[in-house]
């Protein structure tokens, strides 16, 4: 497992959307944009599946992800393994906030799935002398 720092914590928050990439078991890589995540922990990402289909064949046969976000020139990868919730406290406190976005911005939105990342690596993305460098 691998700790995000106040730092990743804060850019990961702030960006509005982030990038997800998944692979199938045969190695054919996908990549979508991410709005609804949460950070839950240190550890942990949630995300809100709303419109999964390529990502999530490839969670159920290959269930790791990567994750890439930055700012200006600064920016962080994530990987980790991935679980897929369709009941328990954590799918149904991701139902009721999809629902509440839905409601706040007039859109037909509806979360099928919380997907949970858990994190075993980390590294820098910012372009430079530590760029592609773990760091966690
Ligand atoms: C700005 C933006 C934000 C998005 N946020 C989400 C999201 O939070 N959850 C989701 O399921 N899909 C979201 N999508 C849709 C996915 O990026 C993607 O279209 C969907 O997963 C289908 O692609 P796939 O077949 O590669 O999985 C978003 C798309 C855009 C452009």
Do not use: C, H
Not at 18 to 31: C, D, Q
Not at 34 to 49: F, M, P, Q, R, Y
Not at 67 to 86: P, R
């Amino acid at each position: 497992m691998a700790r995000m720092t106040e730092k990743i914590k804060e850019l990961f928050k702030k960006r509005p959307v982030v990038s997800l990439a998944t692979a199938s078991k045969g190695g054919i890589p996908n990549v979508v944009a991410i709005g609804a995540k949460k950070i839950l922990d240190d550890e942990t990402i949630l995300v809100s599946d709303q419109y999964f289909d390529k990502t999530l064949s490839n969670l159920r046969e290959n269930p790791t992800a990567a994750i890439a976000f930055w700012d200006k020139n600064e920016g962080y990868q994530l990987k980790g393994t991935v679980t897929v919730e369709t009941s328990g406290p954590r799918y149904e406190e991701t139902v009721r906030w999809i629902d509440d976005v839905a409601r706040q911005l007039e859109l037909p939105l509806k979360s099928k799935r919380a997907v949970i990342i858990t994190i075993t690596e980390i590294y820098s993305i910012t372009p430079g002398g530590s760029a592609g460098r773990r760091i966690a």
